[in-house]
């Protein structure tokens, strides 16, 4: 939180006597609370230019807040503000003058939630339910004192390692799911330098045609000898397992 209090200024038609009551008791609540809320009811006198009033605080203010009503929602929209203290309320021409951001819509509608056409899109807090006032009182209080409930974490190191240190294994590699067969085999069944064909069919998951093409293109790659019984196993072969991560060393 800053040094210095959030300096806000309160926006809002004076509907009625009771709607200036509910500001005054808002903006009093705001200020117990941290808030150096800035209000006509308190800083303006009898006299006073008020669109001076106005503009003079919104250019100084941090936020600005718009009690949004149905009635200042219809003068907002068409613009109302000549003659007479009442009408005399923050319009779109004014709004325009100012940074949009530092506005925060404050919905006190029973009924429609509305706010003016210019701020349509902009995310409003709920005030049209006094049971539920202390909720809307803290969501908008983390936001003027920049004290918001949920921190967004940093983000973690990628766990995920590049082509160039691991290469990419593709389960549709035919070449090697056989040698993955041939050091099975191997492992299961002989300790000589070579198996039998016979058990590389039992424990190979390969259809045996598939054994017999990549067993071929293994023979050309200089990976295995084989006759009509028996694989051999030869050096560049050992060398692919050991590449491709099959066999361990």
């Known amino acids: 939180m800053k040094d210095n209090p959030p300096r806000v200024f309160v926006s ?5 006597a009771e709607h200036k009551e509910w500001v005054l008791n808002f903006a009093t609540t705001l200020r117990l609370r941290g808030v150096d809320v ?4 308190w800083d303006l006198k009898p006299g006073g230019d008020l669109p001076h009033f ?3 605080h919104l250019d100084s203010s941090d936020f600005i807040l718009m009690i949004c009503t149905e009635n200042y929602v219809r003068k907002a929209d068409s613009g109302e503000g000549g003659v007479g203290y009442e009408k005399m309320i923050m319009t779109s021409t004014l709004l325009s003058k100012i940074d949009q951001s530092k506005v925060i819509p404050i919905i006190r ?3 429609q939630k509305a706010t003016p056409t210019f701020m349509a899109s902009k995310l409003y807090i709920d005030f049209s339910r006094n049971e539920d006032a202390e909720y809307a009182y803290d969501d908008l209080l983390r936001t003027i004192l920049d004290a918001p409930l949920f921190i967004k974490p940093e983000i973690g190191t990628s766990s995920f390692s590049t082509a160039k240190e691991k290469p990419p294994q593709r389960t549709a590699d035919g070449l090697r799911e056989f040698m993955a067969s041939v050091a099975k085999t191997y492992d299961e069944t002989s300790s000589q330098p070579h198996i039998y064909l016979s058990n590389l069919f039992r424990i190979s998951p390969m259809h045996r045609l598939s054994i017999d093409h990549y067993m071929k293109e293994a023979s050309e790659r200089g990976f295995v000898s084989y006759n009509s019984t028996t694989l051999w196993l030869k050096d560049d072969g050992r060398s692919y397992m050991f590449e491709q991560g099959l066999v361990e060393l």
């Open 109 to 111: 509608q029973h009924g």
């Open 12 to 16: 809002y038609s004076h509907d009625s």
């Open 54 to 56: 106005m503009e003079s």
């Open 38 to 41: 800035v209000l006509d009811q």
